[in-house]
């Protein structure tokens, strides 16, 4: 991973004293990383395509049902899961359902297994999905969880797109509460916990308890990324 970095550093060093470059962060923890670099920059999280969602038919949501969906593993390491199989093991999530839909399919299978050892029925594991079926998923859903491993790149320097599927469908988001996560749009649909159990339990309940808030499709999409990106260069 670390040579993943010299080349990044290098290539913006390389390229940011140009005049035709500009630089674009999808947060601000991002952008201080690369102080240094003295160029035209612009913030913009991550969008989603609303054109997937369009053609999907919508399905009645049940209150209770959580979808995690993504990748199982980051740069390789897990992704803090341990915490949410205890959660839904508990007593207190015992009528709650949780679909985890993502891969390699070789961790899937790592979590299924546990899964059958522990004898907990209410986490299905589905693996890969393919779009059609991410967002079917999630049009059942009530809640999209976000969760991740504490190391310094998942508590700072990302905008999961996950996220902004996870709203475009009308869940709540029950989120780590991690600095990166604390930065994004649309803040009145987000339900934190610290990295525990228990903080986790109380989190879905509230959520699942709660309305989602009504929020302005276009503003996450990527057609409007496209033009905030398109504008930068209009300048010039």
Same mark, same amino acid.
């Not at 199989?85 to 891969?103: K, M, V």
């Given at each position: ?118 004898? %907990?029925?209410? &986490? #299905? ?7 059609? +079926? /991410?967002?079917? !998923?999630?049009? *059942? ?59 986790? %339990?109380?989190? &879905? #309940? ?7 808030? +009504? /929020?302005?499709? !276009?503003?996450? *999409? ?15």
């Amino acid at each position: 991973m670390s040579s993943i970095f010299k080349v990044r550093n290098f290539v913006f060093t390389k390229v940011a004293s140009k005049d035709n470059v500009k630089v674009i962060f999808l947060n601000d923890f991002i952008r201080k990383e690369f102080s240094e670099i003295d160029t035209e920059n612009i913030l913009l999280p991550s969008g989603v395509d609303l054109e997937i969602f369009n053609t999907s038919k919508v399905d009645k949501k049940a209150s209770k049902k959580i979808s995690f969906i993504g990748n199982l593993l980051r740069f390789g390491k897990e992704r803090s899961l341990d915490t949410v199989i205890n959660a839904f093991s508990s007593p207190e999530l015992r009528d709650y359902q949780l679909n985890i839909a993502g891969g390699p399919d070789s961790e899937a299978k790592k979590i299924k297994d546990l899964l059958l050892e522990k004898n %907990i029925p209410n &986490i #299905k594991v589905t693996g890969r999905l393919n779009r059609e +079926e /991410i967002v079917q !998923e999630l049009l *059942s859903s009530s809640v999209g969880l976000l969760v991740n491993a504490p190391d310094k790149h998942s508590k700072y320097f990302t905008s999961p797109l996950k996220y902004f599927e996870y709203l475009t469908a009308g869940l709540k988001v029950v989120a780590v509460d991690f600095p990166a996560h604390r930065v994004l749009p649309n803040q009145e649909n987000i339900f934190y916990f610290e990295n525990n159990t228990n903080s986790l %339990i109380e989190a &879905i #309940k509230k959520a699942c308890n709660s309305d989602f808030k +009504e /929020i302005e499709l !276009e503003e996450i *999409s990527l057609n409007n990324r496209a033009k905030k990106i398109i504008e930068l260069f209009e300048k010039f």
